[in-house]
């Protein structure tokens, strides 16, 4: 079965989806976008997600190109069309296409653009069981990564420079020596004594849907949380560290530039987590 993409308002076969030439987000990274996970045919922390979008677009004055019912209408419709019971919606809106110009075009509607495809799991069964290693590396981004930007090239050149490393995953560092988040995910340690530990939200970070929904189980299962900055020296020496992110949920990090964290296997703190957020996405987390 080919897969089916939605643009402007259009179901097309996925090789036939187009965009023109000089939309803005081609040619000027104008746009954001959300990658929504689907659990059992449902999308899972969607109202997160799409609050999320909302907030981006109004960051970048992008207008929003349908409504939020209209779009979760489409949404379901495209995981209907692509037959998907476990995988992910991928969400782009730019500015629109006109004439090439830095300043902001006028009368110009946004583009609209989505697509799904499955996923055999969320993160694999062997990189749950073991642990995935990260690799360090500095924070070369722009000052506004709270907004979910369709400029990525920093994040690709990490991932790569992960990838020739045999990492799963980058670690970015700001100049003052502290992780903000990975490549595609939010960073966390635990403590020696069992505590929580991500940066806190700001313009460093993305604020991401897994993760608020990560503290508000982790919270309620009883387990202390201090949102505040970390260094690699902390996460290399404490109990345990992981990865959240929609398409890989919670994932265990046993190794952060070559050194063991830990015991060097994925700890309980992690496993309770990630065993929390299936139980919710497949609950009331999902709808």
């Not at 993409?5 to 259009?10: H, I, L, S, T």
């Not at 996925?14 to 449902?42: S, T």
């Not at 779009?71 to 495209?78: A, G």
Request: hydrophobic fraction near 45%; glycine fraction near 10%.
């Amino acid at each position: 079965m080919s897969r089916i993409a939605y643009v402007n308002g259009r179901y097309l076969p996925h090789a036939e989806a187009r965009v023109h030439i000089e939309d803005r987000g081609f040619q000027f990274a104008d746009g954001v976008y959300e990658v929504v996970a689907v659990m059992a045919g449902r999308l899972v922390d969607e109202a997160g997600h799409l609050d999320r979008l909302e907030r981006s677009l109004r960051e970048l004055s992008i207008a929003e190109p349908v409504s939020r019912r209209v779009l979760q209408l489409v949404m379901r419709e495209l995981i209907r069309r692509n037959r998907i019971r476990d995988g992910i919606v991928y969400m782009q809106v730019t500015r629109g296409t006109a004439a090439r110009d830095f300043r902001f075009p006028k009368g110009v509607r946004p583009t609209l653009v989505l697509t799904a495809k499955r996923l055999a799991n969320f993160g694999t069964p062997e990189a749950v069981a073991s642990g995935v290693a990260v690799v360090s590396m500095p924070d070369i981004r722009w000052l506004r990564r709270d907004i979910k930007s369709v400029a990525l090239l920093a994040q690709a050149l990490g991932k790569q420079r992960a990838a020739e490393a045999g990492a799963y995953e980058g670690w970015q560092v700001a100049e003052d020596g502290t992780v903000t988040e990975g490549c595609s995910s939010n960073s966390w340690i635990v403590t020696g004594k069992g505590t929580l530990v991500t940066r806190e939200p700001s313009t460093m970070i993305l604020n991401g849907v897994t993760r608020l929904s990560l503290l508000r189980l982790a919270r309620g299962m009883g387990i202390p949380v201090e949102e505040r900055p970390f260094t690699i020296a902390e996460a290399q020496g404490a109990a345990e560290a992981f990865m959240s992110a929609a398409t890989a949920l919670v994932l265990p990090v046993t190794r952060i530039d070559g050194a063991a964290v830990g015991s060097g296997r994925p700890g309980p703190v992690t496993l309770r987590l990630r065993e929390a957020y299936l139980a919710y996405a497949n609950a009331e987390g999902a709808s």
